[in-house]
């Protein structure tokens, strides 16, 4: 079974700019969830979207939005990027059983200049 | 913030067991307890998971005592792949706002 696939793995941005990642989940895996992680703030919860609804949200502000396809495959999306949003963008994916466990992708390294 | 609390660094001998434990003094009946870890630039990965009964896969044994306040991973054989952040999250389901801590850094020394 293949894993969860995140693109681009690699991404140099400058402020200002806004950028498009990609997650596409385990098949048969209908939640999706995103996360950013910082050496100074750690792994932080951004949103969940299941069934292409978004079920939960983090504390981000709205520049950080997000969308999920009728294949479950999710983008997220940052806007008018600052310095402080270069981060290890992780997307986690679920089969939609509550107790299962999530499935973490490589993540995308987002560098803004 | 975080409902667990762990400490930030332990050392374990390649071939001993290592045990990493985890508070969580605040866990409401119908939460779990789960354990993942991070290799350096890698996603998280899944361990294992639990509600109250003491849980073993291949990976790893949870202890969770019977109040439930506190928990052990057990890595019966520690090698020098183990070496990673382990992380412990309380939740009632694994995807609702899933809250990290900062974790574990477990060394594994040759």
């Known amino acids: 079974k293949a894993g969860v696939t995140q693109t681009p793995r690699y991404l140099i941005k400058t402020r200002g700019q806004q950028v498009t990642l990609s997650c596409s989940p385990i098949?048969?895996?209908?939640?999706v969830s995103w996360y950013q992680q910082t050496p100074g703030q750690g792994l932080q919860f951004l949103f969940e979207?299941?069934?292409?609804?978004?079920?939960n949200k983090g504390n981000f502000p709205g520049r950080f939005s997000g969308r999920q396809f009728s294949n479950s495959r999710s983008e997220m999306n940052v806007s008018t990027l600052e310095l402080g949003d270069s981060a290890l963008y992780l997307c986690?994916?679920?089969?939609?059983?509550?107790?299962?466990?999530?499935?973490f992708g490589p993540g995308t390294r987002l560098t803004v200049l | 913030d975080a409902k667990t609390t762990q400490p930030p660094s332990m050392d374990c001998a390649e071939g001993r067991a290592a045990n990493l434990p985890c508070n969580h003094s605040?866990?409401?009946?119908?939460?779990?307890v789960y354990w993942y870890r991070q290799i350096h630039s890698q996603g998280p990965q899944y361990i294992i998971h639990g509600l109250k009964n003491n849980e073993t896969n291949e990976m790893a044994s949870l202890i969770i005592t019977e109040d439930r306040k506190s928990s052990t991973l057990i890595l019966p054989h520690a090698t020098l792949r183990d070496t990673a952040v382990y992380y412990c999250i309380v939740t009632e389901t694994s995807y609702d706002k899933v809250i990290f801590g900062p974790g574990t850094s477990l060394s594994v020394i040759p």
């Open positions: 986690a994916t679920h089969p939609g059983l509550s107790a299962a466990e999530q499935f």
């Open positions: 605040t866990i409401s009946g119908n939460e779990y």
């Open positions: 098949s048969g895996h209908r939640s």
């Open positions: 979207y299941f069934s292409e609804t978004q079920r």
